[in-house]
């Protein structure tokens, strides 16, 4: 099936920018997307992007998608400790009903 | 608007045991989707109904999986004679329609002991 892949840890300093990156191997992609996930609780959408656009800003975020490398990344800028989670990348692809995810990236944001 | 709710939010139950988990998808949303989260992993697919049938089950684990949305509106996931393995956090998802954005709930986590 498709694979896709996170690494598993992060750690900033708070008020610095968050780099998580994910790469997945399906180039039918048609959205990826961005979830977080606080501990005990379910996942909240973020934001997503459309697979053949390269960039996207929503305030603090920035998704960057690379679809030449199958390449994904989520900037978080001016990092809070609120923003300590666990953040995992899904992708849609053609012909698929459900989402497939990442293994998830733990973000530790330090004060 | 109100969100996806699941019911309940933890389950602890015996081997060999019947469990039903429920889910209220948010309100005119076609497409449910059940998955399920084990221990430091991402969602796995299970199950995806539009509307009232079972449209993709091709991700239930196996026949003691079983999951039902008869109006078309809320969901029950059942497990039959559940098994220590089952244990996991099971997500429901909802969305407008068939490969629109999904909509988690907060999870039902199911222990089995």
């Known amino acids: 099936g498709e694979d896709v892949e996170q690494s598993l840890f992060l750690s900033v300093r708070e008020g610095d920018s968050s780099v998580i990156n994910c790469t997945y191997t399906d180039s039918s992609s048609t959205y990826l997307y961005w979830y977080k996930q606080e501990p005990g609780a379910g996942l909240q959408l973020l934001t997503y992007i459309f697979s053949n656009m390269d960039m996207k800003q929503d305030q603090r975020l920035t998704v960057l998608l690379n679809k030449k490398d199958k390449h994904l990344s989520l900037r978080i800028a001016d990092t809070q400790t609120g923003d300590s989670a666990i953040y995992f990348c899904?992708?849609?692809?053609?012909?698929?009903?459900?989402?497939?995810f990442g293994t998830g990236t733990r973000l530790t944001v330090i004060p | 608007g109100a969100g996806v709710s699941q019911t309940p939010s933890n389950k602890v139950t015996e081997k060999g045991k019947y469990v039903e988990l429920r889910c209220d998808p948010i309100?005119?949303?076609?497409?449910l989707y059940w998955y399920r989260q084990s221990l430091g992993q991402g969602p796995e697919f299970l199950i995806y109904?539009?509307?009232?049938?079972?449209?993709?089950d091709s991700g239930l684990p196996n026949d003691r999986f079983f999951a039902v949305r008869p109006e078309g509106s809320v969901s029950t996931l059942k497990i039959q004679r559940t098994e220590r393995g089952d244990s996991a956090v099971y997500l429901c998802?909802?969305?407008?329609?068939?490969?629109?954005?999904?909509?988690f709930g907060p999870g039902t986590r199911l222990l089995v002991l």
């Open positions: 899904a992708e849609s692809v053609t012909g698929a009903n459900n989402l497939f």
């Open positions: 998802a909802s969305s407008p329609d068939r490969q629109e954005t999904q909509y």
């Open positions: 109904f539009q509307g009232t049938g079972a449209a993709d």
């Open positions: 309100s005119g949303h076609t497409a």
